[in-house]
């Protein structure tokens, strides 16, 4: 059993900033993809940005250039700097953990999330 526990989210003005946190702990895994989705109200989960173990990353397009997704893979820790915040940046951001198992079993792991409010 893997958990996740995020931390970081708040409320910020516009042109604010936050670093959220995720961390994975438990035993017999290793760790692939990590990254962060968002849901805000009435509007489907969305991919914010993920990250490989070899620290490939990917972006959605509406955060490309505030956002910076990185990871230490010591401490089985993702992190998102996010920068020039704007009010549709608002959502509850979940962490998720792509993870292999002692058994070669597949399987992804999600935190509770985390709410970011950027007011205007």
């Known amino acids: 059993q893997v958990q996740l526990v995020e931390s970081g989210g708040g409320s910020v003005q516009a042109g604010g900033s936050l670093r959220l946190s995720c961390a994975a702990s438990g035993s017999g895994f290793s760790i692939n993809a990590m990254g962060w989705y968002r849901q805000a109200p009435g509007k489907q989960r969305e991919l914010v940005a993920t990250?490989?173990?070899?620290?490939?990353?990917k972006y959605a397009d509406s955060v490309k250039g505030r956002f910076t997704i990185s990871r230490d893979n010591a401490k089985n820790t993702v992190y998102l700097q996010m920068n020039s915040l704007k009010p549709e940046d608002t959502a509850v951001y979940h962490c998720?953990?792509?993870?292999?198992?002692?058994?070669?079993?597949?399987?992804?792991?999600w935190g509770q999330g985390t709410q970011v409010t950027v007011s205007s």
């Open positions: 998720y953990a792509e993870t292999v198992n002692d058994y070669e079993v597949w399987y992804d792991y």
């Open positions: 990250i490989t173990s070899g620290k490939v990353t």
